[in-house]
């Protein structure tokens, strides 16, 4: 059964970091491009980064290039986005997505909600 499960979200404060979490089962993990994507409440939803099989190429959004990381773990079958110099704006749902184009097959996590607010 492939799973999906993010977690990390939270109440943080403007200007503070969070580390959000997504760990996969029931795939080969490591052939898989991983994202995350967020969607505001009333927004459609945006993409935030990725980061390619084996974590050699990472791509972002422009509203967060320099302010986010992603990384992959492939042995623990998890990737991770790291947020700083978070604002208000980026009060959202967190959503990972595994893709794998050779497949044909694109699985998604539950989401997990980041609250940016003093």
């Known amino acids: 059964q492939v799973q999906l499960v993010e977690s990390g979200g939270g109440l943080v404060q403007p200007g503070g970091s969070l580390r959000l979490s997504c760990a996969a089962s029931?795939?080969?993990?490591?052939?898989?491009?991983m994202k995350w994507f967020r969607q505001a409440p009333g927004k459609e939803r945006e993409f935030v980064a990725d980061?390619?099989?084996?974590?050699?190429?990472?791509t972002y959004g422009a509203s967060v290039k320099g302010r986010f990381t992603i990384t992959r773990d492939n042995a623990k079958n998890t990737v991770y986005l790291q947020m700083s110099s978070l604002e208000p704006w980026d009060t959202a749902v967190y959503y990972c997505?595994?893709?794998?184009?050779?497949?044909?097959?694109?699985?998604w996590g539950q989401g997990t909600l980041v609250t940016v607010a003093s």
């Open positions: 029931g795939f080969s993990f490591n052939t898989y491009l």
């Open positions: 980061i390619t099989s084996r974590g050699q190429s990472t």
């Open positions: 997505n595994a893709v794998n184009l050779n497949h044909g097959t694109n699985y």
